[in-house]
């Protein structure tokens, strides 16, 4: 696209892809946290051996379907997750 055409999109459009992809990124965040929480539980009764897998890192690829990368940055957070307790006011 050139610089001229990229000047044509009006302000309002820019806005709303920009507003449309910060609320897709914070719900990934929400939806990853959970994920991570669900992960630890599994990981702590060791549930994916019921099911026929070796580790939690079998489990991310092939139950889960993610690849190598994204299962081995899951595991690294889920092993270094530590719950904290919700403080009321």
Known sequence: MTKEKRYLISLNEVRDS?????????????????LVRILHQIDQHRFYV????????????????????????LVTVVRRYEPTAKIGK
């Open 18 to 34: 920009l507003n449309q992809a910060i609320k897709m990124a914070d719900q990934i965040l929400e939806d990853e946290a959970a």
């Open 50 to 73: 019921r099911y026929g897998y070796k580790s939690l890192m079998g489990f991310c690829q092939l139950g889960l379907r993610f690849s190598k990368t994204q299962s081995q940055r």
